[in-house]
């Protein structure tokens, strides 16, 4: 599957304002608590980053489903090519536990929640990463190519959204992983499954 998206900021005022809207002109489609781990390979502990990579490899539990995800893809967020291993509930931990054992045993912890909806035959999302900072993304769906971006930059433009460009998303995903999320460890993934789920 291949994700043609946009991303941008939100404070929790614009946040709300977004949420509004969305609740009263688009379809609620669901919420969900989401737990993501990335292990991918060159994860460098001191920077909280990853050195180039075109992979990006993640264990995520959302709600009660739980998966495998590795995107592989240019240096770009807009377009990723992605594939999912959906797991049975309760793998979370031992498939950590397996990456681990081959290797992959750094990397960052994420949590946060997200509301999603459709809209103009795009995908919204609203995530709440702190009681004040929020991110929105827009995916297209059943599209690809320009016309796919041109149709969910023009929503967005609609919508009063800036989309961050390729720099400024890479200088807020370093922000974020120094400021906001954490070192993976094993002992604080049970524990954030305890207090969330």
């Known amino acids: 599957m291949t994700e043609i998206e946009i991303r941008g900021l ?12 969305l609740d009263k002109k ?3 489609e669901k919420s969900f608590k989401r737990l993501s781990v990335e292990i991918s ?3 460098d502990p001191l920077s909280r980053s990853w050195s ?10 959302s709600n009660q489903e739980e998966k495998i995800s590795l995107k592989v893809g240019e240096e770009s967020f807009s377009k990723l090519e992605e594939h999912e291993v959906i797991l049975s509930p309760g793998q979370f931990v031992p498939t950590l536990q397996i ?3 081959l290797g992959f045993d750094q990397g ?14 795009v ?3 609203i995530s709440r990463y702190t009681e004040e900072e929020f991110m929105w993304e827009i995916e297209a769906r059943g599209e690809l190519g320009g016309k796919a971006l041109e149709k969910i930059n023009n929503i967005a433009q609609k919508l009063k959204l800036r989309p961050l460009n390729f720099e400024e998303f890479l200088v807020e ?4 992983n120094l400021e906001i999320f954490e070192l993976f460890s094993l002992k604080r993934v049970e524990e954030l499954l305890v207090q969330h789920y």
Do not use: T
């Not at 939100?10 to 809207?21: I, P, R, S, T, Y």
């Not at 180039?52 to 539990?61: D, G």
């Open 10 to 21: 939100l404070n929790k005022k614009e946040a709300k304002k977004l949420k509004d809207f």
């Open 26 to 28: 688009a379809r609620f």
């Open 41 to 43: 390979p060159g994860f």
């Open 52 to 61: 180039e990579n075109r992979l990006n490899l993640r264990i995520k539990k």
């Open 99 to 101: 990456f681990s054992n």
């Open 108 to 121: 960052m912890i994420y949590f946060w929640e997200s509301w999603v909806y459709e809209y103009l035959g």
């Open 123 to 125: 995908e919204i999302k």
């Open 173 to 176: 995903v370093k922000r974020q």
